[in-house]
Nanobody, 128 residues
């Protein structure tokens, strides 16, 4: 049974930082595309970043609004996905979700309906 558990959300002021974590279990973590999505109140769920490792190569993708501020990473030995969020803005306020899918994601984030597994989410609130 695949399980994804996020943590690390909270409330910060604009310009601050947070690091989200997602611990995965129940599948071969290293073979999956891992992603972070977010959903703000009244808005659609948005893909934020993905990471996929194939052999010696690691592929990362970011939505334009977070490039240069957010960094996705993973520790395969711990089956854990991370999202380091720096220079946070009020527009980053949302529920953040971890997602996983067995298909590769080398070149793009893909839409939310293409991810098979989801965590419950962790809230990030950024005040101005």
């Amino acid at each position: 049974q695949v399980q994804l558990q996020e943590s690390g959300g909270g409330s910060v002021q604009a310009g601050g930082s947070l690091r989200l974590s997602c611990v995965a279990s129940g599948y071969s973590y290293s073979d999956y595309c891992m992603a972070w999505f977010r959903q703000a109140p009244g808005k659609e769920r948005e893909g934020v970043a993905t990471v996929y490792t194939y052999g010696a190569a690691t592929y990362k993708n970011y939505v334009d609004s977070v490039k240069g501020r957010f960094t996705i990473s993973q520790d395969i030995t711990k089956n854990t996905l991370y999202l380091q969020m720096d220079s946070l803005e009020p527009e980053d306020t949302a529920m953040y979700f971890c997602a996983a899918d067995p298909r590769p994601c080398r070149l793009q984030i893909r839409s939310e309906n293409e991810y098979a597994y989801w965590g419950q989410g962790t809230q990030v609130t950024v005040s101005s």
